[in-house]
């Protein structure tokens, strides 16, 4: 997490989303490869030309994209993961996983170790926060990290995040009170660190809790999603990356850049087939857009 955060602010706090969905690349590519080989093919080549531009921190691979395409989607979601480490970026799993006991366990070793090893992965704590420890634990041992769902970026976020206690505060609080006594337990560990290796998922589709959650967890990096196709304001963001600092994903707005590119557009209007060059291109510009205005609102 601490290597994140200086990445963060050498090359901007872009992270670019690998949610890379078959129907997110042009027909005449897919069918020219497998659908799941399209996908590796357009991830490798877009970690490389992100790399070189210097233009995001990080890169999230959501497994479940990878899952839908079966066993050789899994494949390739390891190949991506392992393209990511090459590339010298860090990688952030988007798994979401929160089980308890044995089950949390498997959880953890399968991706922090093995075929799936990540840096940094997401866990949800909603199922309680026994549900955190064989996680926490990695982080502990094995300099892995987390990040913890606090406030996600979907509407139905209300229905238990936002659910007012009879204790007083939001369950999203009490939450936060967890991830900052783990974040402090991390401290008396690790001395020496500047950033916990706990950090939160804070989405940036609603001004409202922005500049309070920021004030409240000062200390704790932020995984920011909701930016770019889910309608999450780059001004948002502005609070959100105050303080420790934080991430801000894109994915659709990053991955489908080419539907809106007007070279792309101008070279299918003169009957002309796209190539992975040309929607790399695409993507890469959008980041770098994506990159200058995150970093101009700060």
């Known amino acids: 997490m601490q290597i994140l955060q200086e990445l963060a602010a050498k090359n901007g706090p872009l992270c670019v989303g690998l949610d890379t969905d078959p129907s997110y690349i042009p027909q005449n590519l897919v069918e020219k490869f497998s659908p799941a080989q399209a996908v590796l093919e357009y991830n490798k080549l877009l970690i490389k030309k992100i790399t070189e531009d210097k233009s995001a921190c990080c890169f999230k691979v959501q497994i479940a994209y990878y899952e839908a395409m079966g066993i050789e ?40 170790s093995g075929d799936f090893e990540s840096d940094i992965i997401t866990i949800n704590p909603y199922m309680g926060f026994d549900t955190l420890k064989p996680f926490t634990e990695f982080c502990a041992s094995k300099g892995k990290g987390v990040f913890v769902l606090l406030r996600t970026s979907n509407p139905g976020m209300t229905d238990i995040e936002q659910k007012e206690l009879k204790t007083g505060g939001r369950v999203l609080d009490e939450v936060g009170k967890e991830l900052e006594r783990l974040s402090n337990q991390m401290k008396e560990t690790f001395p020496e660190q500047t950033c916990s290796p706990i950090g939160a998922v804070v989405g940036c589709t609603e001004e409202s809790d922005a500049n309070y959650l920021r004030q409240t967890y000062k200390d704790i990096f932020f995984l920011i999603p909701g930016y770019g196709a889910q309608g999450g304001a780059a001004s948002i963001c502005t609070a959100l990356l105050k303080n420790a600092g934080g991430t801000v994903n894109s994915s659709r707005g990053i991955l489908c850049a080419w539907k809106k590119d007007s070279d792309c557009i101008k070279k299918q209007q003169d009957g002309k087939l796209l190539s992975f060059d040309d929607i790399v291109e695409a993507a890469a510009k959008a980041a770098i857009a994506s990159k200058n205005e995150l970093t101009n609102i700060r």
Not at 90 to 96: A, G, L, R, T
């Open 73 to 112: 989607g899994l494949k390739v979601y390891a190949q991506t993961l392992k393209a990511v480490k090459d590339s010298g970026l860090i990688c952030i799993s988007d798994i979401k996983r929160g089980d308890i006991a044995a089950t949390a366990s498997a959880y953890a070793k399968a991706h922090f």
